[in-house]
């Protein structure tokens, strides 16, 4: 028996892994894009970030009908990505297909419906057709739309922002590699936020079924193809299995992602660069605790850690320097409304492992104001603390060059 993606060393598992796979169908034309960008900016010694968004979805047939997914909308990374660009960073938005995007990001998924910011301007006096009035932006939304609008115009007209979507976690990988390979020209001004929500399980290819898994039985001529019955559990997505009366069950079984963390920071990424991951957790136990894990596994440069009920107002930073652990919130008075954050959660985690009682953040609030809420978005606080973090990267690399 071969052995799990697991249990190989990484350089193994990264030739086992990407061999499995068919490169995705526009990993040519975003490579072509991408090295047009990284040459650019590269010409004009300009920092870029790839940061990544949105979730991944794990497929459970090769023609896919259903697969895994999480909640991740790319919030956090479309959110950071806009900040990154204030800062003078240029942008590869690696980001899951039709999830939020920098700047539309205010209105595409607003709890109004994106019209509702629009009306029709009067008819002009003495038109031939008084149905042909103008589209316009609302009086209250004039100054909110037209400061976004800059923003991403500027962006664009420039060539700071680059859009390159993927699905599923096999795309997800592919992309990130090739990413990573071509930003070696960038050296220390390289720097990687990885900010999507990556699937921690997946069904190998040579046990993917090809069709539909099937959800009744099929007569015996139709078994031997298809995902009901055929030849043993080890080629197979699922089966069903008979439970007490005529009801059915799905059983999957997942084998872990390799964990390609090491490979970007010593194989694919450029000497010198910048890489960040973050840890989601539920449990405020846990947090510091599991950030701290993967800070030393993967040997990276900084592990933002949040939890799902406080993300919003809270993450702490965990790096190898000292000092090593240190907590980021919005100040309350400035914290926005969150139907799914636990407000009585802030500062739980830090308490959990055994550290002294939460305080505001230390950094100035007024230097991070959020682009269009009313509230303070704690994006606009890891932002520009960050940049700080790789400002004594590059110094020091460029010291330690002759």
Known sequence: ????????????????????????????????????????????????VLVTSGGTTVPLETQTVRFIDNFSAGTRGATSAEY????????????????????????SHSTNCFLDFMDEAP?????????????????????QMRDVLRKYRYAKKNNRL????????????????????????????????????????????????????QSSELPPEYEKDSAVGGEGDEIYTGENEAEPGSRKKLVINLDPVPKFLHRLVDGWAPDGSMVVSFKLETDPALLVYKARTALQRYSHHLVIGNLLSTRKWEVVFITPDAPHERWIRVPKARRSKSISGVEDQVGLAEIKKGGAAPTETRQQPTQAEGPVDDGLEIEGLIIPELVKLH???????????P
């Open 1 to 48: 028996m071969a052995p799990a993606l697991g249990d190989m060393e990484p350089a193994e598992a990264e030739s086992v892994y990407f061999n499995e796979y068919p490169p995705p169908k526009a990993l040519p034309k975003h490579e072509a894009l991408a090295r047009a960008f990284i040459e650019l900016h590269v010409e004009a010694n300009r920092r870029v």
């Open 391 to 401: 400002d004594k990267m590059i110094e020091k690399k460029n010291k330690a060059t």
């Open 123 to 143: 008819p002009v006096v003495g038109a031939a057709n008084q149905d042909d009035g103008s589209i316009v932006v609302r009086d209250e939304y004039q100054d």
């Open 84 to 107: 990154f660009l204030q800062q003078g960073y240029a942008v590869i938005f690696l980001h899951r297909q039709y999830s939020l995007l920098p700047y539309s990001r205010h209105y």
């Open 162 to 213: 680059l859009l390159l979507p993927f699905t599923t976690v096999a795309e997800y990988m592919f992309e990130l590699r090739s990413m990573a390979k071509l930003m070696r020209p960038l050296g220390p001004n390289a720097l990687f936020y990885l900010a999507a929500a990556v699937s921690d399980f997946f069904i190998p290819r040579n046990r993917m079924v090809e069709h539909k898994i």
